[in-house]
């Protein structure tokens, strides 16, 4: 049994079907890039594996467990972990806060620790610190711990929000358009990062990318989607000569 | 002291510590509550009716109040923290506007629009004072706590806090009901130094009033809320001789502030052990420059 | 229950709505709700009532003061109150604690100039009631609900009729669109504002002829609230809807239950619409987007 297994899921606002019949399996350590243009449903899907939404069908079982219809800190709290594409990140934190935020719900003292410093809330808040640390060097952020990410650049933010994920101790990531608005240069430092993590860390990555190029040589597995279906699913190379994707997706960008 | 400013005083602490429970609903959290001050004539209410009726010491009724208040804030916050955020307002709007309603119709109970009197004058304003600065450092540890944190994650984005595992109603209700706790403690303190409470005061306007406090002195800071507190508090006290000019004047230097400083007089700074340190350590290495020189 | 005890109820409802409409106008456009909006209603009528009535001219020229003076006192709270912060696009929340402090600086206006008085308009009508069959109605309730009708009825003409109507929806809809489509959207706000503030003088005007004139007779604005949350927060005939039923519903909680619990038991339906149906009978439910 794979670690994620999404099985037919639907999902329709009002007459706009935004996902049907979707399906994926992912396992640790595997890299699933998801492409398509804009509308095809991409954000709705992880939206959905992520419990924001309910699917109107399917069931979705993050290891071993039926999470379709629980609850969206619940499903994260399970091990789900992610991304957004327009990076969300807490307004009046610091950068540490901000990483910080998704441990505190595992932080294990109550609210006796909430209102004096006990020495439970003493060492849950050191526990959580060193966490927050050793994910933000991972991801190269260790110096700007007390900065406040809106100071920071886009590519920063970008990594403080994959520590964010980190922090919350994920089986599956959910990488919603990491490279969106980075240069070049960072480009290649977030392939290298996510390539870095899959490896280190090894959980499984869903991707949804809009840079082909990173798409391509990062995945293992691609899904194509186009108006809430999706039209193919394989290697690089096999979607990469699909017919049918580039006349949807590629055909059209180049 | 003077008993007008131990009078005035007194009151502001009073403020105080119900605006710290604004700070942490509102300030922290986000949420406007408009039927707060129902929260504070129920602990002024509770708390007084057990002293007059059951003779129960001071102490013991205060806490059974502040119980009750945080019991019926329970009731009203589980609705509350699953409402959209413009709801919040309106709802407590109505449940402090009914328990306005209640306290006059409950005559026997609540000596009805003539007010509850008769009860026993405790507090000091040592009293008070104490019971401020403990409420203010509860907030203070509050806000650097996990659920600090977690209220200002959820305030600015419900769902990105959802989605890093944030229990966004339980959070909501936490902040809720430690505000709920403190506001009806503040009660409590008003009822036994006034000795005298009615239905009058407990309205929308009184929440209200402590909102604007909170922004007037930084709606992001603790030591700004607090500032913001004890101005517009002790101000119309101190006014009084200008009588009916003190509102116009409070209500002008609040837009001031709205219009050109909306952060609040203190915008997100706060007051920390480790500036008081350093101020210190400032004052005593000046100090001990000149001595040298 | 008797008719008798409907018609009353529509009586009060009609002002209710004069109320709750104006309130909406500014919640539709602006997406705050303006608790300046009663003490608006209370400087506008006291306005009147010192320039007009108390010199012994009748309702149309009271009226007529009332809604000129509810008009600017709104301009004016747009341009002290809310400007600024819609330009600096700061938090909806900033609007709620301006409009509160607004309404706290009007009401200590009219505190100033009028103390802590109850002060009572003259008597407009020479005859107090009308008879029609069994029924009897007090000529004032004629009045007011005709009056209001006729304005709503105006209003809704503008809404739906007229260019200023149609930018008024545009920028309701949508700020910054309307705003590249050529709308001038602080003017457009202005209008609104004006609207809302003639809409809080007759309705000032109004709640003190029943009621007698006294500074804090603005809290009375609450009602159209409830009006509006029952009716759908933001739609005008949602407002006018709920104002009515409200209305009705608080006759006859007031015939049935005596005035302290009719008071609970208003603000329990107005909690019970609140979970039941957040979106109020007019409403559709929008979806936050993620």
């Not at chain 1, 650049?153 to 929000?161: D, F, H, K």
């Not at chain 1, 990531?173 to 969106?180: C, F, N, R, S, T």
Request: with cysteine; hydrophobic share 50%.
């Amino acid at each position: 049994m794979a670690l994620l297994e999404v099985k037919h899921i639907y999902k329709s606002f009002g007459g706009v079907k935004a996902i049907q019949d979707f399906s994926i399996e992912a396992n640790a350590g595997e890299i699933h890039g998801i492409i398509g243009p804009n509308g095809a449903g991409k954000t709705t899907i992880f939206n959905t594996i992520s419990g924001v939404y309910t699917p109107d069908q399917g069931t979705v079982i993050l290891d071993g467990q039926d999470i379709t219809k629980l609850e969206q800190h619940k499903i994260t709290r399970l091990g789900m972990g992610r991304t957004f594409q327009n990076i969300r990140l807490f307004k009046g934190l610091t950068v540490e806060e901000n990483v910080m935020c998704a441990f505190d719900p595992q932080s294990q003292y109550g609210i006796i620790g909430g209102l004096l410093p006990t020495p439970k809330r003493r060492a849950e808040e050191k526990r959580g610190r060193e966490l927050c640390e050793k994910y933000l060097e991972i991801v190269g952020m260790k110096d700007y711990l007390r900065e406040r990410p809106e100071n920071l650049s886009y590519g920063m933010q970008r990594r403080i929000e994959i520590a964010r994920a980190l922090m919350c101790e994920p089986k599956i990531l959910l990488l919603d358009e990491p490279a969106a608005g980075l240069n070049p240069t960072e480009v290649g430092e977030l392939t290298e990062l996510i390539q870095r993590i899959s490896r280190e860390i090894g959980f499984g990555i869903l991707l949804i990318e809009h840079r082909l190029e990173l798409v391509m040589s990062i995945s293992h597995k691609i899904h194509v989607q186009n108006f809430g279906e999706t039209i193919a699913v394989g290697t690089p190379e096999e979607v990469q000569h699909n017919p049918q994707v580039i006349e949807a997706y590629l055909g059209k960008e180049e | 002291m003077n008993a007008l400013i131990s009078n005035v005083l007194t009151q502001v602490c009073i403020t105080l510590i119900a605006v710290a429970g604004i700070y942490v609903l509102t300030g922290l959290t986000g949420m406007f509550s408009l039927g707060q001050a129902a929260f504070m004539a129920i602990g002024a209410y509770a708390s007084g009716i057990l002293v007059i009726r059951t003779h129960i010491p001071f102490f013991l009724a205060a806490l059974i109040a502040v119980v009750m208040a945080t019991g019926i804030g329970y009731l009203i916050g589980y609705p509350v923290v699953r409402l959209r955020r413009d709801y919040i307002s309106l709802v407590t709007l109505g449940f402090g506007e009914a328990i306005a309603a209640l306290l006059n119709r409950m005559t026997t109970l609540t000596g009805g629009a003539s007010g509850l009197t008769g009860i026993p004058r405790k507090v000091t304003l040592t009293m008070a004072l104490v019971s401020a600065i403990i409420a203010i450092a509860l907030a203070a540890f509050f806000k650097t706590s996990k659920y600090g944190r977690q209220c200002i994650a959820l305030k600015g984005d419900e769902l990105a806090a959802k989605a890093m595992g944030i229990h966004v109603t339980r959070i909501k209700m936490v902040a809720f009901l430690l505000s709920v706790a403190l506001t009806s403690y503040s009660g409590v303190l008003y009822a036994f130094y006034m000795s005298y409470v009615d239905p009058t005061g407990f309205g929308w306007k009184k929440s209200a009033d402590w909102v604007i406090m909170v922004f007037f002195g930084g709606v992001n800071s603790l030591t700004g809320s607090t500032l913001g507190a004890f101005i517009l508090s002790a101000l119309p006290q101190v006014l009084r001789s200008m009588q009916n000019y003190r509102y116009v004047i409070y209500a002008i230097l609040v837009l001031i502030i709205l219009n050109f400083k909306p952060s609040g007089l203190l915008g997100e700074w706060e007051l920390t052990p480790r500036h008081i340190r350093e101020t210190v350590a400032r004052v005593r290495n000046k100090f001990g420059a000149k001595k040298e020189g | 229950m008797s008719l008798q005890v409907i018609i009353n109820g529509i009586a009060t409802g009609s002002i209710y709505a004069l109320i709750a409409t104006g309130f909406a106008l500014i919640f539709n456009i602006l997406k705050f709700s303006n608790f300046s909006h009663g003490a608006t209603m209370t400087a506008a009528a006291f306005v009147a009532y010192f320039l007009v009535s108390s010199k012994g001219m009748g309702l149309v020229p009271t009226l007529a003061v009332a809604g000129l003076a509810g008009a600017l006192i709104a301009l004016f709270g747009e341009f002290v109150g809310f400007r600024r912060i819609l330009k600096n696009h700061s938090a909806p929340t900033y609007f709620f604690v301006s409009s509160i402090t607004l309404g706290t600086l009007y009401e200590g206006l009219v505190t100033i100039k009028a103390g802590s008085n109850f002060f009572n308009f003259p008597s407009f009508f020479a005859e107090p009631t009308v008879g029609v069959g069994s029924l009897v109605i007090s000529t004032s309730d004629l009045v007011m609900f005709a009056i209001s009708a006729v304005a709503l009825l105006v209003l809704a003409f503008i809404i739906q009729k007229t260019r200023i109507g149609r930018a008024l929806r545009a920028v309701s809809f949508d700020r910054d669109t309307a705003q590249l489509m050529g709308i001038d959207s602080t003017r457009i706000i202005q209008v609104a504002f004006v609207v809302s503030g003639i809409l809080a003088g007759f309705a000032g005007v109004f709640l003190g002829i029943k009621y007698t004139l006294y500074p804090t007779l603005g809290s009375l604005v609450v009602k159209g609230f409830i009006a509006s949350v029952i009716g759908g927060l933001g739609s005008l005939t949602g407002a006018v809807v709920g104002a009515l039923l409200l209305g009705i519903l608080e006759t006859i909680l007031l015939a049935v239950l005596g005035s302290g619990y009719s008071t609970i038991a208003v603000f329990g339906v107005m909690l019970v619409f609140l979970l039941i149906r957040p979106q109020g009978i007019a409403g559709s439910n929008v979806q936050e987007k993620a």
